[in-house]
């Protein structure tokens, strides 16, 4: 079998019922599997809701126990949400400008280069992580020495090796943010912590708590995301050599291949909701304040709208995935996280003949009757210079 395949669990629960089951720390959840459910879930922010009372449970698994800050503007709904979203939209739209790219250009460059001169690499830690967190010192406009620390953290901010959630390792990124913001209040410069204590809200000026929400956010939501999906490209690339050869010689594909990687390897496999009334999915009862989650990695599979869903299709014609979500939520990183493939699938064009991968650990996600590979643990790639 193919290391880089990543196989869709969800298809006989999907086409037989349209929706799975998984408990998640003792508050079960209802995932719904078809596309189209998936698309009208989400739009349905009045039915299922992000905000609720409860901090981080949307979340799948749950972060209650971890996280009393409410991130912004994900747990919010409308009509608040706009006010957020208004303010850090234009911010998350920077990667459009070409020095943003210029400088993202830079890093990439940098990453394969060093991978390049190896005789082989560890892709997670060494490749993925860093770019990854060199990129993020962009989207933040700090330093990018800011990254080293970032990267020291790991892979998993909120995971450790025995437990699937860990307060004392998440409390490392929640109170680097506190302090970040109190260097921010003290001293403003043109960094995202500064921007965002200078905004207002319906006339009123964003505290520091709601601050430290958009920035949780940016740097969880972001991290494991970006890792996956430039781990499962060089994979995907380093067993198809064909495939790097075709974006080489048809480059005008590049944008449509990038969507249908991202549809392939949905970087992010959920994403809950809390049920605000008793109602019904699939025919399915659910009760008030039960939580449904909106199976991206599984809409993505629907065959029932896309042609040869389980395959690769890099000139993919019609692709309305759903890998950055849908609806209100869609995800603020996304414009980020395309630039960030762009360019790297551009520069292995550029530079790279081939990828070797000669040893590799899977990252599986348990999901109760589903087990879903999302990437890697770890894997070790020999890059062969063009």
């Known amino acids: 079998m193919e290391k880089s395949k990543i196989s869709d669990p969800f298809k006989k629960a999907r086409l037989e019922k349209g929706f799975g089951k998984m408990n998640d720390q003792n508050d079960p959840v209802t995932m719904i599997l078809g596309h189209k459910d998936v698309r009208k879930s989400a739009h349905n922010w009045k039915t299922f809701q992000s905000g609720g009372e409860e901090v981080g449970r949307i979340v799948v698994p749950s972060e209650v126990h971890i996280r009393d800050t409410r991130q912004i503007p994900f747990e919010v709904d409308p009509p608040e949400h706009k006010g957020y979203r208004d303010i850090v939209e234009p911010w998350f739209k920077r990667p459009l400008e070409a020095k943003y790219q210029e400088n993202l250009s830079q890093i990439i460059n940098n990453v394969v280069d060093e991978a390049l001169s190896k005789e082989t690499i560890e892709v997670v830690e060494e490749f993925a992580l860093k770019l990854q967190s060199r990129a993020l010192t962009i989207l933040l ?60 809200n319906n006339g009123t000026k964003l505290t520091k708590e709601e601050a430290k929400g958009v920035m949780i956010l940016t740097f969880a939501g972001g991290r494991d995301t970006v890792i996956n999906a430039v781990t499962n490209s060089i994979a995907y690339f380093a067993e198809h050599p064909q495939a790097l050869e075709r974006l080489r010689d048809e480059p ?37 304040q039960s939580r449904i989650s909106m199976c991206w990695a599984s809409a993505n599979r629907d065959e029932r709208v896309f042609e040869k869903a389980n395959e690769v299709v890099l000139d993919r014609k019609v692709n309305p995935h759903v890998a950055f979500g849908f609806g209100t939520h869609n995800c603020l990183g996304a414009t980020h996280a395309r630039q960030i493939m762009r360019i790297l699938l551009t520069v292995l064009t550029q530079k790279v003949k081939s990828m070797e991968i000669l040893d590799c650990e899977e990252n599986i996600e348990n999901l109760d009757e589903f087990k879903r590979k999302v990437g890697f643990d770890s894997i070790q790639v020999k890059f062969n210079k063009l």
Request: with cysteine; hydrophobic share 40%; glycine share 4%.
């Open 252 to 288: 005008e594909i590049m944008n449509t291949a990038i969507e249908e990687l991202i549809r392939y390897f949905s970087p992010l496999t959920q994403m809950g909701r809390v049920v605000t009334e008793d109602t019904q999915v699939c025919e399915h009862a659910l009760k008030a």
């Open 141 to 200: 406009n700090v330093p990018p020495e800011k990254a080293d620390l970032w990267i020291s953290w790991g892979t998993h901010v909120f995971r450790s090796e025995d437990t699937a959630l860990d307060s004392s390792k998440a409390n490392i990124l929640y109170d680097y943010i506190d302090a970040e913001l109190d260097k921010a209040i003290a001293n403003p410069g043109n960094d995202l912590y500064s921007v965002l204590l200078a905004s207002e």
